[in-house]
Nanobody, 123 residues
Framework: QVQVMESGGGLVQPGGSLRLSCAASGSIFGINAMGWYRQAPGKRRELVATITSGGRTNYEDYVKGRFTISRDNAKNTAYLQMNSLKPEDTAVYYC?????????????????WGQGTQVTVSS
């Protein structure tokens, strides 16, 4: 079994910071790209940022310059440092990991989602 779990959410005032973590555990051969997504009430889930296994990053315009995605491959963990938070950043934040497993001797990638962590930006 493989599990992805997010942590680090909470309530923060506008202009504040939070650091989210996404840890993958279980029978893992490796992890390809990892990404953070978010879903606000009544809205569709949207991409926030991604990072490849080699550390190449990509950000959506609405978080560029404020959020930083990183990862520790030895710990199978990705992070999202969120600075200068705005009320419109309020959402449930989800992590997605491209987890590679050995299945009957063959390597296969599984896109695995976590359960999400709530981020609320409010005064």
């Amino acid at each position: 079994q493989v599990q992805v779990m997010e942590s680090g959410g909470g309530l923060v005032q506008p202009g504040g910071s939070l650091r989210l973590s996404c840890a993958a555990s279980g029978s893992i051969f490796g992890i390809n790209a990892m990404g953070w997504y978010r879903q606000a009430p009544g809205k569709r889930r949207e991409l926030v940022a991604t990072i490849t296994s080699g550390g190449r990053t990509n950000y959506e315009d609405y978080v560029k310059g404020r959020f930083t995605i990183s990862r520790d491959n030895a710990k199978n963990t990705a992070y999202l440092q969120m600075n200068s938070l705005k009320p419109e950043d309020t959402a449930v934040y989800y992590c997605n990991a491209g987890i590679v497993r050995s299945v009957f001797g063959n390597l296969r990638e599984y896109a695995t989602w976590g359960q999400g962590t709530q981020v609320t930006v409010s005064s």
